[in-house]
Antibody
Framework: QVQLQESGPRLVKPSQTLSLTCTVSGDSIRSGTEYWSWIRQPAGQGLEWIGRVYTTGTTNYNPSLKSRVTISVDTSKNHFSLKLSSVTAADTAVYYC???????????WGQGTLVTVSS | EIVMTQSPATLSVSPGERVTLSCRASQSVSGNLAWYQQKPGQAPSLLIYGASTRATGIPARFSGSGSGTEFTLTISSLQSEDFAVYYCQQYNNWPRTFGQGTKVEIK
């Protein structure tokens, strides 16, 4: 059974960089058959796809966040990471990592982690 | 960006009733549509992909239909555990986009 777990600071100051890691168990990122994504959800709102990474390190980002987002993968540690720079209060949300089947839909999700941007 | 519009925003239903949720895309997404269920405090979970294929372990009371720009999720007989928010998501174009959700609440 594939499991994903987000980790990282829960509180980030405005203008700083949000950094999260998603550790995968029960599947190997190195297998090269899936994509690995980040999705966020502000409180009481809908879901926003942030971007994805493939085992080779190839990435795709949401244009609305592209200038501030970096997603990377570490196959030796079986995890992938999100960095979002120059954060503001509008970036406060629950951040989910998810396994993306074929780069299409999301069949396994982490439990999510609430990141608050505040001074 | 493809805009996904779900209706209604909220649906008040009694257990045992048949429920139909709608999702409309601003342009054709072919059959590249998924549905998710999200319960309070939990991550979304995959229900349907390819517009009509149930994900592993999803009960047969959930069914999806549609193609192009109009899609429907039907729950044939609502169970207590089905009260949740439902999201559609297109994966035909970049960026991947979700609808704003339909909340199914107890009447």
């Amino acid at each position: 059974q594939v499991q994903l777990q987000e980790s990282g600071p829960r509180l980030v100051k405005p203008s700083q960089t949000l950094s999260l890691t998603c550790t995968v168990s029960g599947d190997s990122i190195r297998s090269g058959t899936e994509y690995w994504s980040w999705i966020r959800q502000p409180a009481g709102q809908g879901l926003e796809w942030i971007g994805r990474v493939y085992t080779t390190g190839t990435t795709n980002y949401n244009p609305s966040l592209k200038s501030r987002v970096t997603i990377s993968v570490d196959t030796s540690k079986n995890h992938f990471s999100l960095k979002l720079s120059s954060v503001t209060a509008a970036d406060t949300a629950v951040y989910y990592c998810a396994k993306c089947v074929g780069g299409w839909y999301f069949d396994h999700w982490g439990q999510g982690t609430l990141v608050t941007v505040s001074s | 960006e493809i805009v996904m519009t779900q209706s209604p925003a909220t649906l008040s239903v009694s257990p045992g009733e048949r429920v139909t949720l709608s999702c409309r895309a601003s342009q054709s997404v072919s059959g590249n549509l998924a549905w998710y269920q999200q319960k309070p405090g939990q991550a979304p979970s995959l229900l349907i992909y390819g517009a009509s294929t149930r994900a592993t372990g999803i009960p047969a009371r959930f069914s999806g239909s549609g193609s192009g720009t109009e899609f429907t999720l039907t729950i044939s007989s609502l169970q207590s555990e089905d009260f949740a928010v439902y999201y559609c998501q297109q994966y035909n174009n970049w960026p991947r986009t979700f609808g704003q959700g339909t909340k199914v609440e107890i009447k």
